[in-house]
């Protein structure tokens, strides 16, 4: 198992868990391992969080020192890094961000040449490197020391390919968007001002420190009330890196990335364009997800929690939508990895061509109840696989049988179990959930 990099990068408190020489490390093995045969060039996006800039100089020394050249695309989505690296023939893209995590928390993420999460090898001999298993590696001299060139022309190429997948202008329509106070706040706006629509931003002034902090797409409620004042169309909410989209319907009710999921699946096959009939999602979607897909004659597949699973599904099997009920959509025609805001233009896509609210599209799925709570632990495996937990965890999968679930999994980015049911009232789900982490406690299990 990794000692650094999770499902989604290195993260973890800046200058606590991830600190600069972590950052400086990382630059430096990426621009000799790049740079072997050729002036390799590495582009570099980030968030809004204070730590962020700290990091982005690190690693641009990092990789300078190697004799790399970085080019610095300032503060950028993390779909916008990926989309850059795989157009422009960058040997690599590193994204500084730690999406919805708190602002004190960043990370960073490594996308390779084809715009694709970094292969889990390279990461590894980056780990060794930082642990000292690799030998000191040699600094560029004289003419050979890399260049820090200012790229924003790239994230201005983006807002561009994103304007251009619009179908039709969005003209008289009343939109909502919540930036989350993060890396969309500089690139939302300006697209769907673009395409004519009558947009309402909320929470694009960040501070540094206000990133994710009650806003944006893990704290919707903002959003849908924020549509119920403005009597709002539609509205979406991103995180703090925008790869993620949580869109509101116009009666303020949320439509999470399962439901967007449907809506979306269902209008590509009925546009012969969703691949095998087939949608990825992961284990963590609604029941009433699937029983909707079955009614409606769409295939799916289950992988493992994280985008990277999904698409790596999706390329597996030339699957053209894939995603997580956390608001990751993945539309492999014009992406490789999740995209908040390309996500909300293809949703607006099915609303403009379909002339019907999001609500009524979006009401052929009845959401099963699901709750799912965080226990902090000393260590995940060992209280994933404890006895007593394990056969807690059995008897709420007998009790609940066809009528729901229960999914106990590690985070891959945090020291904590997350124990998911879903049952058929919202009784039931804290019933069960309850009863499993009071046996995890009463195991000694939990610290914090």
Not at 299 to 321: H, I, P, Q, W
Not at 384 to 398: H, P
Request: proline letters at 2%.
């Amino acid at each position: 198992m990794a000692k650094y990099f999770g499902t989604d990068g290195f993260r973890g408190e800046a200058n606590v868990v991830l600190t600069v020489e972590h950052a400086f490390k990382v630059g430096r093995y990426l621009g000799w391992y790049y740079g072997q045969d050729h002036k390799a060039r590495v582009v570099i996006g980030k968030d809004t969080r204070r730590s962020s800039y700290m990091f982005e100089y690190a690693l641009a020394a990092g990789i300078t020192a190697s004799g790399a050249d970085a080019y610095l695309l300032h503060v950028t989505t993390t779909p916008s890094v990926s989309y850059v690296t795989r157009t422009e023939d960058f040997d690599c893209g590193i994204m500084i961000s730690a999406s919805h995590n708190p602002y004190y928390d960043n990370g960073i993420k490594i996308i390779n040449g084809k715009g694709h999460k970094m292969e889990a090898e390279v990461e590894e001999k980056i780990e060794a490197y930082i642990d000292g298993e690799i030998g000191e590696l040699p600094l560029a001299q004289k003419e050979n020391i890399g260049r820090t060139v200012d790229y924003a022309a790239g994230r201005n190429r983006y807002i561009g390919h994103l304007i251009s997948l619009a179908t039709r202008s969005f003209k008289d329509m009343r939109i909502g968007l919540d930036c989350a106070n993060g890396s969309s706040f500089a690139i939302a706006k300006s697209v769907y001002d673009a395409l004519g629509a009558k947009t309402y931003v909320i929470n694009n002034d960040p501070d540094g420190t206000n990133i994710n902090t009650n806003c944006g797409s893990t704290h919707i409620e903002v959003l849908q009330e924020f549509v119920k004042e403005k009597k709002l169309d539609i509205a979406f909410a991103f995180d703090g890196d925008a790869d993620r989209c949580i869109a509101v319907d116009e009666n303020g009710n949320v439509v999470d990335g399962d439901l967007i999921l449907y809506v979306c699946g269902k209008y590509l096959k009925e546009q012969g364009r969703l691949n095998g009939d087939t949608i990825v999602t992961t284990i963590m979607s609604n029941l009433g997800l699937y029983k909707a897909c079955d009614k409606a004659g769409i295939r799916y597949e289950k992988t493992a929690v994280g985008d990277k699973y999904v698409y790596e599904n999706m390329v597996t099997n030339n699957f053209s939508l894939g995603g997580e009920q956390s608001g990751h959509i993945i539309f492999s025609k014009h992406a490789t990895t999740g995209d908040g805001i390309l996500t909300s233009l293809m949703v607006m896509e099915v609303v403009m061509e379909k002339k019907q609210p999001l609500s009524k599209l979006a009401e052929e799925v009845k959401i099963y109840p699901q709750l799912l709570k965080n226990v902090r632990v000393a260590d995940k495996k060992t209280a994933r696989e404890n006895a007593e937990v394990t056969k807690a965890v059995n008897d709420v999968a007998e009790a609940l049988g066809e009528d729901g679930r229960i999914l106990v999994r590690e985070s891959g980015t945090e020291p904590v179990i997350r124990v998911m049911v879903e049952a058929s009232t919202d009784e039931l789900c804290e019933k069960y959930v309850n009863q499993v982490i009071d046996v995890i406690r009463a195991e000694g299990l939990i610290v914090g």
